[in-house]
């Protein structure tokens, strides 16, 4: 969910399904789930098709007054209808809140105990979304780990079975390539002279005389880019 976890269409279809019948159950004129970006960061609108502030600044006087819970300000939201805060909590920590805005007197007892269970079924849902993704952000970051210690195997295997140096310059600049994600990398030897060569190459390179064995200008006073996406 932008800078917080994100949802899949079906799930944003279910979560705006389920406000929706909280609102009408409640009378309300309307229902602003808020959920914060990060741990004490901004809080944003979580439904962006949604009407409402699409976000809060934190330390601001209406964020304050939104995590807090109960009673809010007309001039917290904007709008003359008198609006409730439940702030939406799980193991102790603060993730957002539910809006609700009622025409009339203060929600009943019977409505605040519903937008008290509401909001805390939407805690435990948003704590769960922020799992999922901080366990694919995980698996992400293991993925690279991985690559990186196949990547040093193949080098170290190369370097240590008694291949020449541009053998072993071949296996550097494939495993760079997985790596980086390119479609191409070089391996380039300095030269004190001011020029170099092209120990060994693979996949596209940045220019056509970018071949193993050729005289390239020193990659210590140019630019070599990574010819790729990333």
């Known amino acids: 969910m932008g800078g917080g976890p994100s949802l899949p269409a079906s799930g944003r279809r279910a979560l705006a399904d389920g406000v929706a019948r909280l609102r009408d159950a409640l009378g309300a004129s309307r229902v602003l789930l808020l959920v914060h970006e990060r741990p004490g960061g901004d809080l944003r609108r979580a439904l962006p098709d949604h009407t409402g502030p699409a976000r809060v600044q934190a330390g601001s006087d209406a964020?304050?007054?939104?995590?807090?819970?109960?009673?809010?300000?007309?001039?917290t939201l904007g709008r003359a209808i008198p609006a409730w805060s439940f702030p939406l909590r799980a193991a102790g920590e603060g993730l957002g809140a539910l809006v609700v805005e009622i025409d009339g007197s203060m929600p009943d007892p019977r409505a605040r105990l519903v937008a008290t269970v509401a909001a805390t079924v939407l805690a435990l849902w948003q704590r769960n979304a922020e799992l999922v993704a901080g366990l694919r952000d995980r698996a992400?970051?293991?993925?690279?780990?991985?690559?990186?210690?196949?990547?040093?195997t193949e080098i170290a295997h190369a370097a240590g079975g008694g291949g020449g140096v541009e053998?072993?310059?071949?296996?550097?600049?494939?495993?760079?390539?997985?790596?980086?994600?390119?479609?191409?990398?070089?391996?380039v030897a300095d030269d004190p002279s001011g020029s170099a060569f092209?120990?060994?190459a693979t996949g596209a390179a940045p220019d056509a005389g970018w071949v193993a064995g050729a005289?390239?200008?020193s990659p210590m006073r140019i630019s070599v880019p990574i010819v790729g996406p990333e």
């Open 63 to 75: 964020y304050a007054a939104i995590l807090q819970g109960g009673e809010l300000e007309p001039a």
């Open 215 to 217: 005289v390239v200008p």
């Open 140 to 152: 992400v970051a293991l993925d690279r780990q991985l690559l990186q210690m196949r990547a040093l």
């Open 198 to 200: 092209v120990l060994a």
């Open 167 to 187: 053998e072993v310059g071949g296996v550097v600049a494939v495993e760079a390539r997985k790596l980086a994600r390119a479609d191409g990398a070089a391996i």
